[in-house]
């Protein structure tokens, strides 16, 4: 008698386990809002007569080659590949002048260029940090 209530008791919390499992797989890899949102409005702009779009705000994180902007609460990270401009707006002429991507810094206010592969997923093209107005 006893064995079998142990037997039981082993299967009801291995059925347990495998459910407590499941529901936390299930949540690390389903989709996030703003993922399928991104992919949706990726699936829209890979038309070839949609050279770009532009993203604005406030640099949040760097990491890598990828950047982190934030406006009006959303967020979006990027990944900008080697090799493409960076600008900054000059304060005493106004006019463009080429920076790298190193000089970016958090809190810089920035827009980025963006341009959707074959992959879905949204990549930098160009960037513009406008002057810190003091």
Do not use: C
């Not at 039981?8 to 399928?36: D, E, M, N, R």
């Not at 949706?40 to 705000?57: H, P, Q, R, V, Y």
């Not at 990491?63 to 902007?69: F, L």
């Amino acid at each position: 008698m006893k064995k079998s209530i142990l037997i039981i008791i082993f299967i009801v919390v291995a059925v347990i386990s495998a459910l407590i499992g499941a529901v936390i797989v299930y949540t690390i890899t389903k989709p996030t809002p703003l993922k399928i949102q991104m992919e949706k409005t990726a699936d829209l702009i890979l038309s070839k007569t949609i050279s770009s779009i532009t993203a604005s705000g406030v640099v949040e994180a760097i990491n890598g080659r990828n950047i982190t902007i934030s406006n009006a609460g959303d967020s979006i990270t990027v990944s900008i590949p080697d090799g493409k401009p960076v600008y900054t707006l000059a304060t005493e002429n106004g006019m463009q002048k080429k920076i790298t991507f190193e000089d970016i810094k958090i809190g810089d206010s920035v827009n980025v260029g963006l341009k959707a592969k074959d992959n879905k997923q949204l990549e930098g093209q160009s960037i513009i940090v406008f002057a810190k107005t003091e």
